[in-house]
C-alpha cells in the first residue's frame, strides 16, 4: 500500500515537473540573444562604431585601497580611439589616453598608442606595460562579441547593485575570458569583470546618459574599478564628446 502510494506521488510530481523544452524556455534568452539587446540598448550602430570618444570629469583614486591614500583629480580625462578589429580583449587594442590632474600638477598620464604603452615620463618598459593593458583593456569584448572567434556562455544570473543582471561569459579567439552583468530590465552593461595582474578586476558601472539623442550612445556616467573586491577608483564622466579625430600625437607621451 504504502510503496504503491510513493509510485503514485512520483508519478504526480513528474507530471508537475517541466519537460527539457519548457524548463529551456523558463530559462529566457540565450547568451548570444543577452548580448545582440545588449548592443541595442547600448546605442546599436552609434556605439558599435563611434569611432572615438572623449571623456572628461572627476575621479577618487586610492591606492591599494586606503582612505588615507585617496586623491580626488578634479580633471580627469580619457581620449579612446576603439579598436575595430579584437584578438585579445586584455591586451592593448585601438588607442588611448587617460590624463589625471589635480589643480594645475599631473597626477599621471597613461596613453597606448596603438603599440607601444606610455606614461608621463615615456614609453614604459615591456613586462609593466603589459600589466598595465591586462589591467586597463577589457571591455571592448563585448563589442566583438558576435564576431567570428568568440564564444559566449550564459552562466547563473545574479544582481548588480541590486538590480536584477543576466551574467555572460565571452571568450576571445586567444582564449582570454571577461564576465559581463547585463541589466534584466534595459539591457544596459552594467559590469564587466576579469582576472588581471593585479588581481580580480570588476568595473561597475551607472548613472547612464545618451549622447546624440534618444537612441545614441549609451555613456556611463560613473564607472567604479575593484581590485580583488576592494574599490580603487571611483569615476564621474560629466560629458562625452564621440567621433572626433584625435591626432595621433595624443597618445604618445614623454620627451
Known amino acids: 500500500m504504502r510503496a504503491a502510494a510513493c509510485l503514485a ?6 507530471q508537475l515537473l517541466p519537460s527539457p523544452a519548457t524548463a529551456d524556455e523558463a530559462a529566457g534568452p540565450s547568451a548570444r540573444d ?3 539587446r545588449a548592443h541595442a540598448a547600448a546605442g546599436g550602430e552609434a556605439w558599435l562604431h563611434a569611432g572615438s570618444n572623449v571623456m572628461r570629469g572627476h575621479a577618487t583614486l586610492c591606492r591599494e585601497g586606503r582612505p588615507e591614500a585617496c586623491v580626488t583629480a578634479d580633471r580627469y580625462e580619457m581620449y579612446r580611439v576603439y579598436p575595430t578589429e579584437l584578438a585579445k580583449a586584455h591586451a592593448g587594442s585601438g588607442k588611448f589616453r587617460l590624463d589625471a590632474w589635480v589643480g594645475e600638477r599631473v597626477l599621471f598620464q597613461m596613453a597606448y598608442d596603438g603599440e607601444r604603452s606610455y606614461d608621463q615620463n615615456g614609453v614604459v618598459p615591456g613586462p609593466r606595460a603589459q600589466s598595465d593593458e591586462g589591467s586597463g583593456f577589457g571591455f571592448s569584448a563585448v563589442r566583438f562579441a558576435l564576431e567570428e572567434g568568440f564564444r559566449l556562455d550564459r552562466l547563473m544570473d ?19 575570458t571577461t564576465l559581463f552583468g547585463i541589466d534584466r530590465a534595459d539591457y544596459s552593461i552594467r559590469s564587466a569583470a576579469w582576472q588581471s595582474p593585479r588581481g580580480w578586476h570588476q568595473r561597475l558601472y551607472s548613472e547612464f546618459y545618451r549622447v546624440g539623442g534618444e537612441d545614441g550612445f549609451l555613456q556611463p556616467g560613473r564607472v567604479r574599478h575593484y581590485y580583488d573586491g576592494v574599490k580603487s577608483v571611483d569615476i564621474y564622466w560629466t560629458s562625452a564628446e564621440l567621433g572626433g579625430e584625435i591626432p595621433a600625437a595624443t597618445f604618445v607621451l614623454g620627451n
Do not use: H, K, N
Not at 9 to 14: E, N
Not at 158 to 176: K, N, W, Y
Open 9 to 14: 506521488l512520483l508519478a504526480g510530481l513528474g
Open 34 to 36: 543577452i548580448v545582440v
Open 158 to 176: 545574479d544582481q548588480v547593485e541590486g538590480r536584477p543582471a543576466f551574467f555572460v561569459r565571452v571568450t576571445d579567439p586567444s582564449g582570454q
